[in-house]
């Protein structure tokens, strides 16, 4: 008789989004039956359908990530007057980024309302001849990504 719980090893694969090969050998490693195995089987290629969540899950992240540290980096130059502004922006970017991935749908849209936000203040930006076109096509074709990861990334989470 196996201690562990067949029910809780394969949701926990299922939430870590492994491979259904590779969750199956595990599940054999721990001592598993093929009989168990295969009635739990079927779980795993319901993985297959939906689209795959590092896709539209990394972009956003990414983003929130590097909008972190650079406001984080703002806060403690010496040189920028509106260091209040950049560390309450900090603090709302790291707690946006703990919810996302949470998958907290309020901030997946606190997402969508940065990326969107960051995409103005960069053609701001180049209007005042801050930033070149190179680094601001560069830059907003990512942030265009990030932005419609986020829209596939919050359908994803609204059907579930």
């Not at 598993?32 to 319901?46: L, P, V, Y």
């Amino acid at each position: 008789m196996n201690k562990k719980d067949i029910n809780f090893e394969v949701e926990r694969f299922l939430k870590g989004n492994y491979q259904k090969s590779v969750a199956l050998e595990l599940l054999r490693k721990d001592g598993f039956s093929e009989e168990e195995i295969q009635q739990h089987a079927h779980k795993f290629d319901q993985l297959r359908k939906n689209p795959d969540n590092s896709l539209s899950y990394f972009p956003p992240f990414l983003f929130l990530v590097l909008a972190s540290i650079t406001s984080l980096t703002l806060t403690l130059k010496e040189e920028i007057d509106f260091k209040p502004f950049f560390l309450v922006l900090f603090l709302f970017t790291i707690t946006t980024t703990y919810f996302f991935s949470k998958k907290n749908k309020t901030a997946i849209i606190a997402t969508a309302f940065l990326t969107i936000l960051s995409m103005l203040l960069l053609v701001y930006l180049y209007i005042i001849s801050f930033l070149g076109l190179g680094k601001l096509l560069l830059i907003e074709l990512f942030l265009i990504l990030a932005l419609f990861s986020v829209k596939r990334f919050y359908t994803k989470i609204a059907k579930s």
